[in-house]
């Protein structure tokens, strides 16, 4: 542990803004590297003469901001972690680090299945690392999950994240392309949810550089249009789901009327558009006949 008085501590933290970056991603950094967490550092101010003791020197977590600044290097990849609703994740670059609205397809299964009473078979396609399929298989203990990635190397976080977020064993990995691992599960599935890549050619290009130089291509291009996945996970889903079965997609934000025609074509009912905080419409669910 490193000690320094909270006045030093916060002559620091106001130096470290003022070479550029948001106040978010600092306290990020100082809460999962320094130790300080975010609910204590809004009252260091009461007591400036206290003293703060550090998991790691300030010369180490300038170092860190100092690579975020400079080459815009995600907070979340540096730290080597991410906070997504009550769980605390382990990111490398080879997994998409997960995006607070995505953290809404738990509470969409909420209002299908309810709480933890129900016993469901569910699947996640491309789970990379884990959050979606960690926090149901953590909700429903009663249920069993299974959830798949094209890469192996995401797999094993996923794999970690569980481990570390749970000593329960009812979600299974499986590595493969979308369906392609689960034929066994053919006609068992009472859910299937996936946050595929999505993300049109064109609009790919113009991505923030700490999206897009950082985030692993793979889990964000979808094709030209965006829907390349997104086609192939409908088209298979019927094989896959039981009849009554539900199915839970994110989409982009302008793909939503898109998604549902699909599903409409793939014999899906009960299809309902569901919007995000901001008011988009980021998910499309249907029910299999």
Known sequence: MFCISVKQFLLW???QLSKGGDNQSLVFLIECIGGISKGDLNFLSLNPENKLYLKKNLDHLESIWHDHLLN??????LCGITFWRDLKLKVTNKVLIPRPETELIVDIVFNIFGKKSNKFLFAELGTGSGAISIALALAYPLSHGVATDIDQNALEVAIRNYRNSSKQSNLKFFCGNWWSPLESFKGKLDLAISNPPYIPSDTYEKLPKEVKNFEPKIAL?????????????IQKAPLFLKEKGWLILENHFD???KVKQLLIKNQFTSIEIVKDLSGIGRFTIGRYK
């Not at 815009?72 to 990849?77: E, G, N």
């Not at 291009?221 to 996970?233: Q, S, V």
């Open 13 to 15: 933290k106001k130096k």
């Open 72 to 77: 815009s290097s995600p907070i979340q990849y």
């Open 221 to 233: 291009l979808g094709g030209e249009d965006g829907l390349k996945h997104i086609k192939e996970i």
């Open 255 to 257: 793909q939503s009327e």
